[in-house]
């Protein structure tokens, strides 16, 4: 498949999530009209229309906030921003993203961005840490192929319109609960009919928004193997994900609350249409399945042991 | 009349699989230009750098004439380079120019500390990373492109239209990266 076709293909599945979402959200509008009154359901759609369309133009921000990501000044970590350039040039970005640091241990990275003219990547102190320059320019590869293939525009979509619908659907299912018998109306059919609609209707939308996730992230690691023509350095750096998160856990238990927050935090952060790097992170099997698939198409073998490195993090003078 | 329309839906539907063609291909020859105008970029922007290296080094070496012939004779070869493999040939020759050029200048333990020296060199490896990139890219899509042109059933209309087969950045494809071996001095 053709890096065009990949990207008109993602722009399709955009096109049909946006489809989805609307008639879920449709529907949820639906049934509170059925349930309370008509107006009531119109005021609910044109709420959650507005609150999507303000999502969406303010998502750069919001994204940069949730994850505590730091703009980087004109004269620093320039090694960094070099790699980022020399990265979406082979990538064939017309623009290269900017770089923004999150001061966090865990080694992570995430793109965001609705278009690859405003995107950026974060990237984590932990994951400068911990990566070799050749395996951080894979990591830095995969999320720009995140941003070449439009994935984070179909992800930030798919995020806005999930949380918007959860929104609407808890505000009606409490009104529902708690709105007393007197605002009601319909009978007893439309009533259970209206509370498990409101209750599924997140579900959905997290289902359809995990569907469109989970092969991403393959299509992120073939991308940068490609980009870089090294498929081995990608499957070097997933498995020092793989390795670091266990060495981590068990290392410091003293500062335990630190290490439960972490991840929590990242899964936050992917669920609000983050393309987090690790995204698998405490789960080990998918982590594992993206490195065989990496070794399959590069026909080669990862070594039991990692190759002895040196961080990126000393060539920036961070350590 | 049956047959009059059968071929007149045969011919319309030829020519909309053609004109799909012709689009494919020339979004592919576009992908390569503009490859290709990533890597005149870094090429340029790399024979800017070296008039003012070569200057900076002869205030200390003045009479390593030899090298520096060499450099500027190669950076006036590459920037004459007209097709992808020329330059790459000539970006190779260079680059072996510039690996004797930083060799001699490892004599001369001033240089090597002379602030503007080290800014110049490193922006040298910086585009010399960046060509490599830009390479990558660029064979790339050219590969791309002349796969396109050359596979069934495309083959038959794009000689025709005009589409010729592009070359590679350098002959040997996408090899290992030619490295300019600086050893900063430490």
């Not at chain 1, 005021?43 to 750069?60: D, E």
């Not at chain 1, 990547?121 to 070799?132: N, W």
């Not at chain 1, 609960?177 to 609609?197: D, F, H, N």
Request: hydrophobic share 50%; no cysteine; net charge neutral.
């Amino acid at each position: 498949m053709t890096l065009q076709q990949q990207i008109r293909r993602n722009r399709l599945r955009s096109g049909i999530v946006v489809v989805g979402f609307v008639l879920l959200l449709g529907i949820v509008a639906g049934l509170i009209g059925a349930v309370f009154d008509l107006s009531l359901g119109v005021v609910a759609l044109l709420g959650a229309g507005l609150y999507a369309i303000f999502s969406i133009i303010s998502s750069r921000r919001i994204v940069a906030r949730m994850t505590g990501a730091q703009e980087l000044g004109p004269d620093q970590l320039r090694p960094l921003r070099r790699l980022v350039e020399n990265v979406s040039i082979a990538a064939g970005l017309p623009v290269t993203p900017e770089v923004r640091i999150v001061d966090d241990p865990a080694p992570n990275a995430f793109a965001a961005g609705l278009r690859p003219q405003t995107s950026y990547l974060g990237v984590t102190t932990g994951l400068l840490r911990v990566m070799p320059k050749r395996e951080l320019e894979a990591v830095l590869g995969h999320e720009i192929t995140h941003v070449r293939n439009r994935d984070t525009y179909l992800m930030t979509m798919a995020t806005i319109f999930a949380g918007v619908i959860a929104l609407v659907a808890d505000i009606g299912f409490r009104m529902l609960l708690y709105g007393g018998g007197r605002s009601r109306k319909g009978g007893a059919i439309v009533i259970v009919l209206a509370v498990v609609g409101l209750l599924l209707a997140p579900y959905a939308a997290l289902l359809l928004k995990l569907s469109l996730s989970r092969r991403r992230e393959f299509l992120a690691d073939a991308g940068s193997a490609e980009i870089l023509n090294d498929p081995e350095a990608m499957a070097l750096a997933l498995r020092r994900l793989e390795l670091d998160t266990t060495t981590v856990a068990y290392a410091d238990a003293s500062v335990a609350h630190l290490w439960v927050e972490s991840p929590t935090s990242r899964v936050e952060s992917e669920r609000r249409g983050v393309l987090a790097l690790s995204s698998l992170f405490d789960t080990h099997p998918p982590l594992v399945q993206r490195i065989a698939a990496l070794e399959e198409s590069g026909g080669f073998r990862l070594p039991e042991q990692l190759p002895p490195h040196e961080p990126f993090a000393v060539e920036l003078g961070l350590l | 009349m049956l047959w009059l329309w059968i071929a007149l839906g045969v011919v319309a539907i030829l020519l909309v699989l053609v004109g799909i063609g012709y689009n494919r291909l020339v979004r592919m020859r576009n992908e390569a230009a503009t490859g290709w105008a990533n890597i005149d970029v870094q090429l340029e922007r790399r024979g800017d750098l070296i008039p003012n290296l070569v200057e900076t080094v002869k205030g200390y070496a003045a009479h390593e004439r030899g090298v520096f012939d060499e450099v500027t004779r190669a950076r006036t070869a590459l920037q004459q380079a007209s097709t992808p493999a020329a330059a790459g040939e000539a970006n190779d020759v260079l680059t072996a120019a510039l690996g004797r050029l930083f060799a001699v200048a490892e004599a001369y333990p001033e240089l090597r500390a002379s602030e503007n020296f080290f800014r110049l060199q490193d922006e040298l490896t910086d585009t010399e990373d960046k060509i490599s990139a830009a390479r990558r890219y660029y064979n790339s899509t050219v590969m791309h492109y002349n796969t396109g042109i050359q596979s069934l059933p495309w083959m038959l209309v794009a000689r025709p239209l005009g589409f010729r087969e592009k070359e590679f950045f350098s002959a040997e494809g996408d090899t290992a990266t030619p490295q300019v071996s600086f050893t900063p001095a430490t």
